[in-house]
């Protein structure tokens, strides 16, 4: 009785697949005869206004140079961004120089993410936010391929993330309070810029407003360990959380030691850069910030993740003066981390791109396929 249930439903599958496959087929064939189905690549420069003048250990800006890419696939188009901070060597003219030699015409399947990104890290060394740009264009284009956000594709809870910082540069007290005031109620931690000439004063004046946790950056600002300990004991009776870079970058040996010795979880963000320097910095920092444009975008910041995580280390997602396209692609990815970073697209006056939104003091991936983004104004991509 079961068996012949089986075989009438079989015919049926069978009667039903032969009925509906030719229109399928055509369907199929129109759709392909009408869009392409290669890779389409182009950019656009783009100038982010900052909201405040901001100066961290060593420069001040108003303005982050950005280029904007765009991927289109059959019908679908996927979004991605270089950020680039002076100080850090890339340029608009570097990206687009970049970009004008990635060549996608060998791949006929974006979802091949391995196979295309070691090609476009190939094709250059450094380069990372520029190869940031194409990443972050193809997983915007192969999540829209699979129907579905990265923090799904992943597995991840969008809502298990920790409180993004809201980052307050190196300033004179007024300035500082004033930017303090008016992150209060928006955010339940703020990041401090220390490094500078004098760090316990603008710690106070942030404290004669707020008691609000404080993550601290040095920005390799602190030269001296001893000092830097000190600074990181009394750093702590304010109600600090974590202190991020406190030395120079290669001073490995010492940072080490500051580290064994500290009451509060130290930070890479200068000493780490990509995923083939995760593992030397065990022992060194408690944790490391894994930022989209060091590392070349969304594939290897998610390597980087899970290694760390492997070798017992904390993790944080950080980021640069961004819009919220790289933003929103960075918050696809950061559920279960320690920390956060990720207010870049919330200190420009010219944000172009809608997706992650602030809620409670956390930034939300949107549920929208790929990194979940439209742009919010015309753009227009060329070559
Ligand atoms: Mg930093």
Redesign the pocket.
């Known amino acids: 009785m079961k068996q012949d249930r089986r075989q009438f439903l079989k015919r049926l599958v069978v009667a039903a697949a032969a009925l509906t496959a030719p229109s399928l087929i055509m369907h199929a064939a129109s759709h392909k005869s009408t869009r392409s189905s290669k890779m389409k690549l182009s950019w656009t420069p783009y100038d982010l206004q900052l909201r405040h003048t901001f100066t961290?250990s060593g420069f001040s800006r108003k303005t982050t140079p950005v280029v904007l890419t765009r991927l289109e696939y059959d019908g679908l188009t996927g979004y991605g961004e270089a950020s680039l901070p002076p100080y850090l060597g890339e340029t608009q003219a570097s990206v687009i120089e970049f970009l004008k030699k990635v060549d996608l015409s060998g791949f006929s399947d974006p979802t091949q993410l391995e196979e295309i990104l070691m090609y476009v890290d190939s094709i250059a060394p450094a380069n990372t936010a520029a190869k940031a740009s194409v990443d972050i264009a193809l997983h915007d284009l192969a999540g829209k391929i699979m129907g579905n956000p990265w923090h799904k594709i992943q597995g991840l809870d969008k809502t298990d993330v920790p409180d993004t910082t809201f980052t307050i540069g190196i300033d004179r007290d007024e300035v500082v309070q004033e930017k303090t005031r008016e992150a209060i109620g928006r955010f339940n931690i703020l990041?401090i810029?220390v490094g500078g000439p004098d760090d316990k004063r603008m710690i106070e004046a942030i404290r004669s407003v707020t008691d609000l946790p404080l993550a601290v950056?040095a920005?390799q600002g602190w030269k001296n360990r001893d000092e830097a300990l000190e600074m990181i004991f009394w750093l702590k009776e304010k109600g600090v959380v974590m202190v991020?870079?406190p030395m120079p970058k290669y001073d490995l040996d010492n940072i080490a030691r500051l580290t064994a010795e500290s009451p509060l979880p130290v930070?890479a963000?200068?000493s780490v850069q990509r995923l083939g320097d995760v593992e030397r910095l065990k022992g060194v920092f408690s944790g490391i910030?894994i930022k989209l444009m060091k590392c070349t975008g969304m594939h290897e910041a998610w390597k980087m993740r899970q290694l760390a995580k492997s070798l017992g280390m904390k993790v944080m997602m950080?980021c640069m003066t961004e819009t919220s396209c790289a933003i929103s692609a960075a918050a696809q990815l950061y559920a279960g981390m320690d920390f956060a970073?990720l207010d870049g697209a919330l200190l420009i006056a010219n944000d172009c791109f809608m997706g992650a939104t602030l809620e409670n003091g956390k930034i939300i991936a949107s549920d929208k396929p790929g990194i979940g983004v439209e742009p919010s104004k015309e753009l227009t991509f060329g070559r």
């Open positions: 961290i990041k810029k950056d920005n991020e870079q930070f963000d200068e910030n950080g970073d």
